[in-house]
């Protein structure tokens, strides 16, 4: 590559690393209150970095929760405008004691950087950042335009963005949006994400008296609303793993046969998908789909927990006056969240056993997307990655969900180019969670080889 910006990237490469280190030190933990003024720290690190590599209208935007961070540089007449989109924020660090190393003092080990958020989202977040910096060092200015939206609450259901995005701000009309959030396919394989399921976070209360009961004395007359909630989610999947809510399935658009032939040619091992990444005994699922089809084009239904009653060490015989389960659907095309909601909440309540009320409530949501591959800037996008990591690019789906590519096509009409550079074992969201150093490295030179490419559209 004779790329003068990419040059300047790899001369300035360990200073770049220690800067994505700093923003890693700061626990931007948006799902606990002691972490708020963490999280502005994290905004306001962005910001001044934004500030100083050139770009102009940097500001914070403040929301109901955690602030915005915003910049642009509008300068290419004719040319196209980029909305760069990541998240600052990331999730709590719990079990602390299955760290090798403190969570948030980053470690390089191994070739990876190992720290709360080095994949989800900051070292890509710090790659798009580097990746503006080298093209304005090296060349004064930008091939195209660029504004640059980072949030700080996608780790709690993006609330503070979705209302920002959906208010349709002058300053964030563009032609397209880049997502660094996603993962390459396997190492050294350069992906694009062209898909994502969509979901709803429900909770699920059940209530039986009006106050917690002595079992010896009201057991046997009074309603369990603990086991009228297992039962109730014991009567949502069957032993295959298909979902027993009337009209669930209706409507959903299969991967094309295309697609699917794609997804069969990739290097994927399902015994070490079980053995290595997932660590149990057999999968589950679906019978009659892939895993990949399992896990990118169906769609789920999951519990994560189920708080309440006594919990404490000992025991203590009561029957709760109200029982709780967190559950969650993931969508797929020819899905809404606003009608599997209403489906699903009106089977919760027909299957309710008697002597309990039943409440499902909505937390957050999100939509389910699809980028065509024949759109221009994912043309510009598989050919600097060619370049970059000399190999051709594949196309995937995640099972994740990222709302806010819902919300830039259904408010903005923006496709995204979903471009990350983590890896399937990056650990997001659970103990030692890393970012491949090579990864960070070669990430920055592909944004720029694609904001290059795009550039010249």
């Known amino acids: 590559m004779s790329s003068a910006a990419v040059a300047y990237a790899r001369k300035n490469h360990p200073r770049f690393l220690d800067e994505l280190k700093a923003l890693l030190r700061i626990p931007s933990v948006s799902t606990l209150a002691e972490h708020k003024g963490d999280c502005r720290k994290a905004a306001e690190t962005l910001l001044a970095d934004l500030k100083k590599i050139g770009l102009e209208n940097a500001r914070l935007i403040e929301t109901e929760g955690h602030p915005l961070v915003y910049a642009d540089w509008l300068h290419a007449g004719g040319k196209p405008t980029a909305l760069f989109y990541g998240h600052y924020d990331v999730q709590p660090p719990d079990p602390l004691d299955e760290w090798r190393t403190a969570p948030f003092e980053p470690t390089e080990r191994d070739g990876n950087l190992y720290a709360r958020g080095a994949a989800d ?26 504004r640059v939206l980072f949030e700080g609450e996608e780790e709690v259901g993006g609330e503070g963005i979705a209302s920002h995005v959906a208010a349709k701000p002058a300053h964030l009309k563009a032609d397209f949006a880049l997502v660094s959030d996603t993962e390459l396919f396997a190492p050294g394989l350069p992906t694009l994400c062209v898909g994502l399921r969509g979901m709803i976070y429900t909770e699920l209360e059940v209530r039986g008296a009006k106050t917690d009961l002595h079992s010896g004395m009201y057991g046997g007359a009074a309603p369990n609303p603990f086991v009228a909630l297992c039962q109730i989610v014991a009567r949502l999947k069957d032993e295959n793993g298909h979902i027993l809510i009337p009209g669930f399935y209706d409507g959903i658009v ?204």
């Open 121 to 146: 989202d900051k070292g890509q977040v710090v790659a798009q950042v580097k990746a503006l910096e080298s093209l304005l060092a090296a060349n004064g200015k930008l091939p195209l335009n660029v």
């Open 254 to 457: 299969p991967p094309s046969p295309e697609e699917l032939a794609a997804w069969r040619s990739l290097p994927f091992d399902e015994e070490e998908y079980r053995k290595a990444e997932v660590g149990s005994k057999e999968l589950v699922g679906e019978q009659g789909f892939s895993v990949l089809e399992r896990t990118w084009a169906r769609p789920t239904l999951d519990v994560h927990g189920m708080p309440g009653g006594f919990t404490g060490a000992g025991a203590k015989t009561v029957i709760p006056a109200k029982a709780l389960a967190k559950v969650s659907m993931r969508l797929v095309p020819g899905m809404t969240p606003a009608c599997t909601f209403e489906l699903y909440k009106s089977h919760v309540e027909k299957i309710a056993p008697a002597g309990v009320e039943v409440e499902a409530r909505m937390i957050h949501a999100g939509d389910a997307c699809l980028i065509p591959v024949d759109n221009r800037y994912i043309q510009a996008a598989t050919r600097a990655l060619r370049e970059v990591w000399n190999k051709e690019t594949v196309f995937i789906r995640s099972g994740g969900s990222i709302p806010i590519v819902g919300d830039f096509e259904r408010h903005l009409g923006l496709p995204s180019v979903m471009m990350g550079f983590g890896l399937p074992d990056d650990n997001l969201h659970a103990p030692n969670e890393k970012f491949h150093l090579k990864n960070f490295e070669l990430g920055i030179e592909s944004v720029i080889r694609f904001l290059e490419e795009a550039g010249n559209l």
